[in-house]
């Protein structure tokens, strides 16, 4: 009988989680696209795609510190499903991380102001967009560990109001800028975002990262640390990488009128994204128990498919409504393939959640996989382009191709995980072997 409570308190919580965490998702998928009306009406198309070509940059060249924050929530999943475990580790690492991705920010930002002049000429952009988008990367870095902790604890009530506060704060702050500055305004609008941003996150997680005193054994995590820095960078590549390519070899109006359709088609990634944050504090305690992945997995993939193929309709339908209302007539060229660019979004969400889940489990193998996709994604991007729709469809097949070798590679790691976890139980005392990379030690 308690078997059976237990299994109904956690598929209550699961599905109250998910419902949480995607609508608060929407709602900052909403305020996005309020956000995206605003700047592509105050801005002409050769103007949008620059602004949006300098932030799909500083996104990219911060999206490793994701890694971190998924280490975060990890480290704080395995030790509350292990409430007889010594220290807490989390607390020290959540202090760490957070202090050094500030350190890494700033040196990044550096680095990027001495490269500016190349990175402008590249992106055929002002020097002074650099600058300002430079500013942004030590807040962008930092605030990934603060939301980590949040997701590790699975405290999905202060993490989906920040979710939205990050776009309410970007809002705010770009229309007060925008119509002033130009493109200019907006890039300056989206760095004050993130340190406000920083701020509140900050303030939220104080007290765990307050207590976080001593060190942190980092020699057992660096399998995961490999692997999340690797699924980070190819799903940024998997997200980025044409825009900036499209931004290169394209004329300044289809650059502009291609963000566009990526900001749109992005929404549906972004809308099923609070099914990955759900899923992955979950997959991680139940590795840590010895526990089978397939329910949970299969449920949050399914909400994924359906959620995702509801964005791909709804966009491709309303094509040419959303477009003229949201960006302007100048953009609707972009309809003829805005439901494909929706569709590989939609494959990409899955893969998110496949990914996520094998990193819990603490192995390079999985290596074997990102690599090849991260370098074959550009590489294809870069011979063929031809057209804007033929980009889109290079995408699609390269992010299907993804999604169906992480597939089969996760359902036979679970299937030998959960073959070895037979094998070891019944021995003495009944006890089951931990998962591999359960023991943190602080040294």
Request: glycine share 10%.
């Amino acid at each position: 009988m308690a078997h059976f409570t237990r299994v109904a308190n956690e598929r209550h919580r699961f599905v109250q989680d998910n419902v949480l965490a995607t609508g608060s998702t929407l709602v900052a998928g909403a305020l996005g696209f309020v956000l995206q009306a605003v700047t592509s009406h105050a801005l002409r198309p050769g103007q949008y795609g620059k602004a949006f070509a300098v932030l799909s940059f500083f996104t990219l060249l911060t999206k490793p510190a994701a890694a971190f924050g998924r280490l975060v929530a990890w480290q704080t999943s395995q030790d509350l499903s292990d409430p007889e475990a010594l220290g807490d580790h989390s607390s020290v690492l959540l202090r760490q991380v957070t202090l050094r991705m500030l350190a890494i920010g700033a040196f990044v930002g550096i680095v990027s102001l001495v490269g500016g002049v190349v990175l402008a000429t590249y992106l055929h952009v002002a020097l002074s967009y650099i600058v300002v988008g430079a500013a942004s990367v030590p807040f962008l870095l930092a605030t990934q560990a603060l939301l980590g902790s949040l997701q590790g604890e699975q405290r999905f009530v202060p993490w989906s109001v920040l979710s939205v506060f990050v776009t309410v704060s970007r809002l705010v702050c770009v229309v007060a800028l925008i119509f002033a500055f130009g493109a200019f305004g907006f890039i300056l609008g989206t760095t004050i975002a993130a340190a406000v941003t920083f701020a509140v996150c900050l303030r939220q997680v104080w007290p765990r990262l307050s207590t976080g005193r001593g060190r942190f054994g980092w020699r057992p995590v660096v399998p995961f640390l490999v692997t999340a820095l690797a699924s980070t960078l190819a799903i940024g590549v998997f997200q980025s990488a044409d825009v900036i390519v499209v931004e290169h070899f394209f004329t300044k109006t289809l650059g502009g009128e291609y963000a566009i359709v990526a900001v749109l088609g992005n929404s549906v990634f972004f809308a099923t994204g609070g099914v990955a944050s759900v899923v992955f504090p979950i997959v991680a305690a139940r590795h840590a128990r010895d526990r089978s992945t397939f329910g949970v997995m299969g449920a949050s993939l399914a909400l994924c498919g359906i959620a995702g193929l509801i964005g791909v309709l709804g966009l491709q339908l309303l094509s040419h409504f959303i477009l003229v209302n949201f960006a302007g007539k100048a953009y609707i060229g972009g309809a003829r393939y805005l439901g494909g660019y929706a569709l590989g979004m939609a494959l990409l969400s899955c893969v998110l959640v496949l990914v996520n889940t094998l990193q819990s489990l603490n192995r390079l193998s999985l290596l074997w996989v990102l690599i090849p996709a991260t370098i074959l994604r550009p590489a294809l991007l870069v011979v063929f382009h031809g057209t804007l729709l033929t980009v889109v469809v290079v995408s699609d097949l390269s992010i299907a191709a993804f999604a169906v070798v992480i597939a089969a590679m996760y359902i036979v790691t679970e299937r030998a995980r959960q073959r070895a976890g037979a094998g070891t139980t019944g021995g003495p005392g009944g006890q089951t072997a931990p998962p591999p990379g359960a023991a943190i030690a602080m040294t």
